[in-house]
Nanobody, 123 residues
Framework: QVELVESGGGLVQAGDSLRLSCAPS????IGWFRQAPGKEREFAAA????????LYADSVKGRFTISRDNINNMVYLQMNDLKPEDTAVYSC????????????????????WGQGTQVTVSS
């Protein structure tokens, strides 16, 4: 049984940055998701088990960077140029199935969700 723990959330102003952490990263792909109040959970980013391939939602592409440290068993989500619409609870999950075809990462079978960390961006 894997229990993921997220950290690094907080209250920031628009344009600020935050780095979220997810531990332990396990030997699987990891995905970050977010859920804003009154909205469904949405995918934000994912990283392959090796760390060589990443995938981003269009809404965060160019502003967020996902990375992993397989020695220390951590996955990070660096969030830059935060906007009020990024306000949400951010959770990480293990992706049990991954494939990389033509350099494009695909991850499915997300499980072992963490409790989440709140990110609030004020305007």
């Amino acid at each position: 049984q894997v229990e993921l723990v997220e950290s690094g959330g907080g209250l920031v102003q628009a344009g600020d940055s935050l780095r979220l952490s997810c531990a332990p990263s396990s030997h699987f792909a990891i995905g970050w998701f977010r859920q804003a109040p009154g909205k469904e959970r949405e995918f934000a980013a994912a990283i392959s088990s090796s760390g060589d391939a990443t995938l981003y939602a269009d809404s965060v592409k160019g502003r967020f960077t996902i990375s992993r440290d397989n020695i220390n068993n951590m996955v990070y989500l660096q969030m830059n140029d935060l906007k009020p619409e990024d306000t949400a609870v951010y959770s990480c999950a293990v992706g049990l199935f991954e494939s990389v075809l033509g350099g494009e990462l695909s991850v499915s079978g997300y499980d072992y969700w963490g409790q989440g960390t709140q990110v609030t961006v004020s305007s």
